[in-house]
């Protein structure tokens, strides 16, 4: 009786795991999909591609396979890589790094900047 509640417990503690890292490697990956392609070489930090592919393989992992497996945890490294060297270096950028939809590089915060004209 006193184990089947324990491997209940334990299993539903491992499902919460799972759930976790997929969602830590969804944000990874939707992260670095949205920072600039430059910035990655700016940042010295490899291409947006290779990123892309890596967190991509990372997420997709994490859906197929329990987490007993070896295949999650190197998943996780590289999640847990880009989240704490490449994504700080991204966000130390001038904007972010992040995206940027139309306007130009004069832009200003609140419209074109014409240099007084």
Known sequence: MVDVVLMQGFAGFMWLLSVALILFSGFALIDAATRREDAYRAADKKTKPFWLVILGIAFVVNLIFNILSFLPII??????????????????????????????SSDGPYGPYNGGR
């Not at 890589?81 to 306007?103: H, T």
């Open 75 to 104: 998943g996780l490294v590289a999640t847990i890589v880009y989240m704490v060297d490449v994504r700080p270096a991204l966000r130390g950028l001038p904007g972010g790094g992040r995206s940027r939809r139309g306007g130009s």
